[in-house]
Nanobody, 117 residues
Framework: QAQLVESGGGLVQPGGSLRLSCAAS????????MSWYRQAPGKERELVAS????????NYVDPVKGRFTISRDHAKNTVYLQMNSLKPEDTAVYYC??????????WGQGTQVTVSS
């Protein structure tokens, strides 16, 4: 059974850093593109960053460019989101998503990130 488990969220002050992890199991991780999404209270879920199945291509939404970095480790079946220079508007529940056009997609359960002084 496919499973994605996020971790690494928490409370951080503005300007601080966090690294989110998403551990995958139950499917062939190396054949899935991976993405991080976030959903703030009262808002729709939005894409934050994505990485291709081989890790060779990455994309970011404008608000996080230069501050967030997505990466993946195939030996650990894990995708990461390094978040630096965090701002209060980054506060949200962060979700990872695995996508393969032949096998569909999977979502994790989410991890809360709160940026506040």
């Amino acid at each position: 059974q496919a499973q994605l488990v996020e971790s690494g969220g928490g409370l951080v002050q503005p300007g601080g850093s966090l690294r989110l992890s998403c551990a995958a199991s139950g499917f062939t991780f190396s054949t899935f593109a991976m993405s991080w999404y976030r959903q703030a209270p009262g808002k729709e879920r939005e894409l934050v960053a994505s990485i291709g199945s081989t890790g060779g291509s990455t994309n970011y939404v404008d608000p996080v460019k230069g501050r967030f970095t997505i990466s993946r480790d195939h030996a650990k079946n894990t995708v990461y989101l390094q978040m630096n220079s965090l701002k209060p508007e980054d506060t949200a529940v962060y979700y990872c998503k695995a996508v393969n056009r032949n096998y569909g997609y999977y979502w994790g359960q989410g991890t809360q990130v709160t940026v506040s002084s």
